[in-house]
Nanobody, 130 residues
Framework: QVQIVESGGGLVQPGGSLRLSCTGSGLSRHHYAVGWFRQVPGKEREGVSC????????FYTDSVKGRFTISRDKIKGTSYLQMNSLKPEDTAVYYC???????????????????????WGQGTQVTVSS
């Protein structure tokens, strides 16, 4: 079974950096795409970045382009989200998730949505504040 765990969150000053990691049993075998999402109270869960394990295609939401980088260890299956130049508005609970049915959840901005992903971690808190 896929058991996903996020780590690397914490408190960081504006302009700082964090690297989130997503690990889990069978993560390298049981998914077509890995997505990073974030959510703050009162808002919809937002897709941040995703990558397809099939062809290494990557996608970023506009608000993080140029600041965040998604990568993966192809052997271990671990997904990383490197977050640089962090802003207070990046504060959220960040979730890692996998699409185990197809790559549709990581092909464009329309389909990069939480409902396309089946397996979720419990989230890691990222707080950007002075």
């Amino acid at each position: 079974q896929v058991q996903i765990v996020e780590s690397g969150g914490g408190l960081v000053q504006p302009g700082g950096s964090l690297r989130l990691s997503c690990t889990g049993s069978g993560l390298s075998r049981h998914h077509y795409a890995v997505g990073w999402f974030r959510q703050v109270p009162g808002k919809e869960r937002e897709g941040v970045s995703c990558t397809r394990t099939t062809d290494d295609f990557t996608f970023y939401t506009d608000s993080v382009k140029g600041r965040f980088t998604i990568s993966r260890d192809k052997i271990k299956g671990t997904s990383y989200l490197q977050m640089n130049s962090l802003k207070p508005e990046d504060t959220a609970v960040y979730y890692c998730a996998t699409d185990s049915t197809s790559t549709v959840g990581c092909q464009d901005s329309y389909y990069f949505r939480a409902r396309e992903y089946e397996n979720w971690g419990q989230g890691t808190q990222v707080t950007v504040s002075s």
